[in-house]
């Protein structure tokens, strides 16, 4: 065994490695073995504070780190109220890439093995997930900044046993591994051995299966990154539809994560329907901050920033600020630079002039007729976010007389004109 764990770990001996070690079977035989290996390491413990015997556990980490001279991190969790296990790991996972960022290594050492992938495969397959997903748990993964490591992975935990035994390694059960009270452990108890009584094979079969998926994964995750790099990290939707079905659920899932967007195989179904059959200035909410936006063919994740309704009257002789954070100023100001500046025609028997947002059925005035601001809009190719930050500038009876920087009306009865600047707000 040891053979192989260092088979495994020589391609990352070029940091020292960060080893997180519950006291159980197979940390302690993971510690024992990378011990063995002589390459500098740090050893994590966490005490959970559940259980009277964690204190023990603590104090035998810390004689065995003394006596073999390792540098060790201990740490008490305070685990809020909920799910217990999902904020134990959550917390464990903050501090081991802490302490990865203070010994300045991105090796992070688990010892997961052939037991705990069969239960990911199964539990996974049981809710649904994406190709990775079903892949179980990776022996290489890189994380942000970090490399997880488990070199164990290919071990059972009848190995880990026979391991520990041979070498006299002393170690602690967790009493709480044996409750139902969790899913992973009832499927630890119950569904994996019973398949491996169906097949004593079993742990091997989930391994070459979880072994394909990766392989399967990581060609199509480069397919995804080769498009995304291609395109600046957008979708260009008359190229994106041209990739397979399966591609183009990966680039959407590599753009998701890439953005720390959660997702799984219901979202991307959402998604890729909406831009199968969205219109060309829609966008798809994907969380509470960002958005998937389509304008015509490009589409981009950006930032939601809900339009501000408006309908301000305008005060010929102010500097009228709008509640966009725009102005609009009929003063003969100096000239500013960052303000635009126009010739507004009008009817003096139709003042005041009103600055509003865009509102269905506006209606636009030109010498062949009149056409809806909407089709206007979409003549010209502007995108929605665009549209929702335009002005408009109205006189009392509602009749539009400009879209500021895009549509001026010139018809011959706004016989008044008047000099206007303006800066569009957010």
Request: glycine residues 4%.
């Amino acid at each position: 065994m040891l053979k192989a764990i260092q088979e495994k770990l020589h391609p990352f001996l070029d940091h020292p490695w960060v080893v997180s070690v519950s006291t159980g079977v197979d940390s302690m035989v993971l510690l024992d073995l990378v011990r063995r290996l002589n390459h500098p390491i740090v050893v994590v413990h966490f005490n959970h504070q559940k259980r009277i015997e964690s204190n023990t556990e603590a104090e035998f980490i810390q004689s065995y780190c003394e006596t073999h001279h390792l540098d060790l991190q201990y740490i008490k969790l305070e685990i809020p109220s909920g799910n217990f296990q999902d904020e134990a790991h959550h917390l464990r996972k903050q501090h081991l890439e802490g302490v990865a960022r203070t010994y300045q290594t991105p090796y992070i050492l688990t010892a997961h093995h052939a037991n705990d992938l069969a239960e990911t495969v199964l539990m996974r397959l049981s809710r649904g997930s994406n190709l990775l997903g079903y892949a179980g748990l990776q022996p290489v993964s890189a994380q942000g900044d970090f490399i997880y490591l488990k070199p164990l992975l290919s071990f059972s935990k009848g190995d880990l046993y026979t391991y520990a035994k041979n070498h006299q390694i002393h170690f602690f059960e967790d009493a709480s591994n044996q409750e139902n009270l969790y899913t992973r452990n009832r499927y630890r108890k119950q569904i994996v051995p019973q398949m491996i009584e169906e097949n004593p094979q079993f742990l091997n079969k989930v391994i070459q299966y979880s072994n394909h998926l990766n392989e399967a994964f990581s060609y199509i995750r480069k397919q995804s990154k080769k498009y995304l790099s291609a395109h600046e990290n957008h979708l260009l939707l008359s190229t994106f539809f041209l990739e397979d079905v399966l591609i183009q659920k990966d680039i959407i899932a590599c753009l998701l994560e890439s953005n720390q967007i959660d997702f799984n195989q219901l979202k991307l179904d959402s998604i890729l329907s909406f831009l199968t059959h969205s219109g060309p200035n829609q966008s798809f909410q994907l969380d509470d901050t960002l958005i998937l936006q389509r304008v015509y063919q490009k589409v981009s994740i950006v930032e939601a920033t809900p339009s501000k309704p408006f309908n301000q009257v305008l005060d010929l002789e102010a500097f009228n600020v709008l509640e966009t954070m725009g102005f609009v100023t009929f003063l003969d100001a100096p000239s500013n630079s960052s303000f635009y500046e126009i010739k507004l025609c009008y009817n003096k028997l139709a003042l005041p002039l009103v600055a509003r947002q865009r509102q269905p059925g506006d209606i636009l005035e030109f010498p062949y007729g009149k056409k809806k601001l909407k089709d206007y809009y979409i003549d010209h190719k502007i995108p929605m976010h665009i549209r929702d930050r335009d002005i408009v500038i109205t006189d009392q009876t509602g009749r539009i007389l400009s879209v500021l920087g895009r549509y001026y009306n010139t018809s011959k009865d706004l016989d008044s004109v008047i000099k206007l600047r303006y800066k569009r707000g957010y």
